[in-house]
């Protein structure tokens, strides 16, 4: 049976931070996970919040969403709770790979 990977992500919502952060996993690594978890955590505003959504479409990506500004230990948490993967790599934004 094969291992299952998977990364957590959480993330204040700059989205500026989190696009530079995205194109690297879209470039260099998602191949090396089944699944990325990103928690956004981010009361910013609702057009920009959509906006990271949007870009965050992509089918290894699961997005778990708070509207309000969240420490890591709790988001995850919430991302240990949601994840059935085998193995876990956490990640921040300011993390280039």
């Given at each position: 049976?094969?291992?299952?990977?998977?990364?957590f992500l959480p993330s204040p919502g700059d989205?500026?931070?989190?696009k530079f952060w995205f194109n690297f996993f879209l470039?260099?690594?998602?191949?090396e996970m089944d699944k990325l978890y990103v928690h956004l955590n981010s009361p910013i505003e609702q057009p920009v919040y959509d906006c990271m959504l949007k870009f965050l479409e992509h089918p290894k990506v699961e997005i778990i969403q708070k509207r309000i500004a969240n420490d890591h230990g709790p988001s995850i948490k919430d991302?240990?709770?949601?994840?059935?993967?085998?193995?876990?790599m956490l990640i921040e934004d300011d993390a280039i790979i």
């Amino acid at each position: 049976m094969a291992v299952t990977k998977a990364a957590f992500l959480p993330s204040p919502g700059d989205p500026y931070v989190l696009k530079f952060w995205f194109n690297f996993f879209l470039k260099v690594w998602q191949d090396e996970m089944d699944k990325l978890y990103v928690h956004l955590n981010s009361p910013i505003e609702q057009p920009v919040y959509d906006c990271m959504l949007k870009f965050l479409e992509h089918p290894k990506v699961e997005i778990i969403q708070k509207r309000i500004a969240n420490d890591h230990g709790p988001s995850i948490k919430d991302m240990l709770l949601k994840s059935e993967e085998d193995l876990i790599m956490l990640i921040e934004d300011d993390a280039i790979i």
